[in-house]
């Protein structure tokens, strides 16, 4: 009699597929995948209990190191959630900035989600042209914030420093080339048969499922639920920007990457509105009235953005001191990554490099 046997496959934790150092164990019948185990842990190092042990500016420069692929985002959530605590006014100038950078970083996140989506997928060529964008995001982002993936440009109360003169019509002009970009991805890429042969009807979430797991971002809004930070809660001044919530109508994968390309369209809209109402404005301070020793009231808020990945939440606990008694961070690829199992069940052992890569997970806020 012939008996079949389980067979258990090891992905990572140094595949380039896999995102970085996650390793991911499939057990499988054939080349069905019957379960899926997640093992974290490779990159961690104690952001959260380093904050205790550092003033409250000083944990800054750690956010950057959670989602580093859109670390504007993440200084974003942190200094909101410390001057939410202390009460801070942000000068209006520094609003329009931080809009801009951080739409700028999620630009650059969701353009490296769909490069390495692509060549996951064997299409090399493809993961050029994003990347293309992403260069010159990235050198915008230099000459503003001085550094080119660790930015820590935020500051408790403002920005660093205004945007350099000579960098404001380096970013009209992107704006206005880049939608031709998007059409040209969508071209080239949404189009493709095999591609969408590899990602359509593949790992379709319920909504039901998504919501129960508490996923969040693309993920969830590929799954039909109109779930953006930005317009159900809006933070800073979002709510002064004219944009839409794309979503998705199957759930699957082409879902989920379709719908960060379409966010894109979005970003530029908003770094478009947020551009021409700066340069609007007369010359100003970009930095609140703020104590060079920062000691909050003794509380707790929590605090959270709409992250690149999805909700971005900080709880910050003072004791009163200048260092921070607790901090704990809501990271939403530790979240979303949890539906791994579910998401690769009964689907190809090659189907897992398309789910893996529609989740779009960063290591360093997984575990931190």
Not at 76 to 100: C, D, F, T
Not at 198 to 209: N, P, W, Y
Not at 230 to 237: D, F, S
Not at 337 to 358: N, T
Request: glycine share 8%; charged share 25%.
């Amino acid at each position: 009699m012939i008996k079949t046997e389980e067979f258990t496959l090891n992905m990572g934790p140094q595949h380039p597929s896999t995102h970085g150092v996650f390793r991911l164990i499939t057990h499988l019948d054939g080349e069905t995948v019957v379960k899926a185990e997640p093992v974290i842990g490779y990159l961690h190092r104690g952001i959260e209990k380093l904050a205790e042990a550092r003033t409250y500016s000083q944990f800054i420069p750690y956010t950057d190191r959670l989602d580093y692929l859109s670390s504007m985002l993440n200084n974003l959530g942190y200094v909101q959630a410390v001057e939410k605590l202390m009460g801070v006014e942000v000068p209006e100038r520094a609003e329009y900035i931080r809009v801009i950078v951080s739409e700028m970083s999620r630009l650059c996140s969701h353009l490296i989600a769909t490069g390495t989506l692509i060549m996951d997928l064997g299409g090399v060529t493809g993961f050029f042209y994003p990347y293309r964008e992403r260069e010159k995001l990235m050198d915008m982002l230099e000459m503003i914030s001085g550094s080119r993936l660790t930015f820590s440009y935020m500051r408790i109360g403002g920005v660093a420093g205004d945007i350099p003169a000579e960098v404001l019509p380096m970013i009209k002009k992107f704006t206005e080339e880049f939608p031709a970009c998007v059409d040209e991805y969508e071209g080239l890429i949404n189009g493709n048969e095999i591609f969408q042969a590899r990602m359509k009807g593949i790992s379709v979430l319920a909504r039901e499922k998504a919501l129960q797991y508490g996923v969040t971002g693309p993920i969830l809004r590929a799954a039909g639920v109109n779930y953006d930070l930005r317009k159900v809660r809006p933070y800073g001044i979002y709510d002064q920007f004219d944009f839409e919530v794309p979503l998705g109508e199957n759930s699957d994968c082409f879902d989920r990457f379709n719908v960060r390309v379409q966010e894109m369209r979005q970003s530029n809209r908003i770094i478009e509105q947020a551009l021409e109402q700066l340069m609007e404005l007369p010359e100003g301070p970009v930095i609140g009235k703020v104590s060079k020793v920062i000691k909050p009231p003794k509380g707790e808020v929590y605090h959270e953005i709409e992250g690149s990945k999805g909700v971005l939440g900080y709880h910050v606990i003072s004791d009163g001191t200048v260092n921070p008694y607790r901090v704990h961070v809501r990271r939403p690829s530790f979240i979303n990554l949890a539906l791994i199992d579910e998401m690769c069940r009964g689907w190809k052992v090659a189907d897992v490099i398309a789910i893996l890569g529609s989740i779009d997970i960063v290591l360093g806020e997984v575990d931190c």
